[in-house]
């Protein structure tokens, strides 16, 4: 298990950008799978994006493919998942997971942060 810590959600008018992070603690940050994943009133929590251990494939939702990106920089420990041209349903509080492995769904992901809220107003 890896404690992780995310940031820079915020206020954001639709088509604005941020830019989430996600700080790892744990010397064997490069060896997780990492993901993104949003949770909005009233909805159950949905997948996002993924990264696999070495950043050489990534997967998003339907939803957010061609406005959203993510990356990672192991020797920092840290993930990031850059939001362009956001839109009021991207509105949502927004983890990030890590997992040893290659996961299948949101259940193989074993560590959690405390979530950052995004909200987009039209």
């Known amino acids: 298990q890896v404690q992780l810590v995310e940031s820079g959600g915020g206020l954001v008018q639709a088509g604005g950008s941020l830019r989430l992070s996600c700080a790892s603690s744990g010397r064997t940050f490069r060896s997780y799978a990492m993901g993104w994943f949003r949770q909005a009133p009233g909805k159950e929590r949905e997948f996002v994006a993924h990264i696999i251990w070495s950043g050489g494939s990534t997967y998003y939702a339907d939803s957010v493919k061609g406005r959203f990106t993510i990356s990672r920089d192991n020797a920092k420990n840290t993930v990031y998942l850059q939001m362009n041209s956001l839109k009021p349903e991207d509105t949502a509080v927004y983890y990030c997971?890590?997992?040893?492995?290659?996961?299948?769904?949101?259940?193989?992901?074993?560590?959690w942060g405390q979530g950052t809220q995004v909200t987009v107003s039209s």
């Open positions: 997971a890590a997992t040893l492995g290659a996961p299948r769904d949101i259940r193989d992901f074993g560590s």
